[in-house]
Nanobody, 111 residues
């Protein structure tokens, strides 16, 4: 049974940083492209970043230069390092691949 579990969200002031983690189980993690999405209240879910099995990365324009996606295949974990956070980054962040989604972790950027 495939499972994705996100962690690391929380409340942070503008300009602050957070690192999200997504631990995968029940699958051969290393072969898949992994994705981070986010969804703010009233908005559609949007793609934030992706990382391929060969560690090629892509980012939404809104987070380029501030967020970094990475993966540790030995730990079956994908990360999202978020720096210079802005109030508009406030959302629930989800880990995803294939047909699978995590439960999400809330990120709130507010003073």
């Amino acid at each position: 049974q495939v499972r994705l579990v996100e962690s690391g969200g929380g409340l942070v002031q503008p300009g602050g940083s957070l690192r999200l983690s997504c631990a995968a189980s029940g699958t051969i993690f290393s072969v898949y492209t992994m994705y981070w999405y986010r969804q703010a209240p009233g908005d559609q879910r949007e793609l934030v970043a992706s990382i391929t099995a060969s560690r090629n990365t892509n980012y939404a324009d809104s987070v380029k230069g501030r967020f970094t996606i990475s993966r540790d295949n030995a730990k079956n974990t994908v990360y999202l390092q978020m720096n210079s956070l802005r109030p508009e980054d406030t959302a629930v962040y989800y880990c995803h691949f294939g047909d699978y989604w995590g439960q999400g972790t809330q990120v709130t950027v507010s003073s």
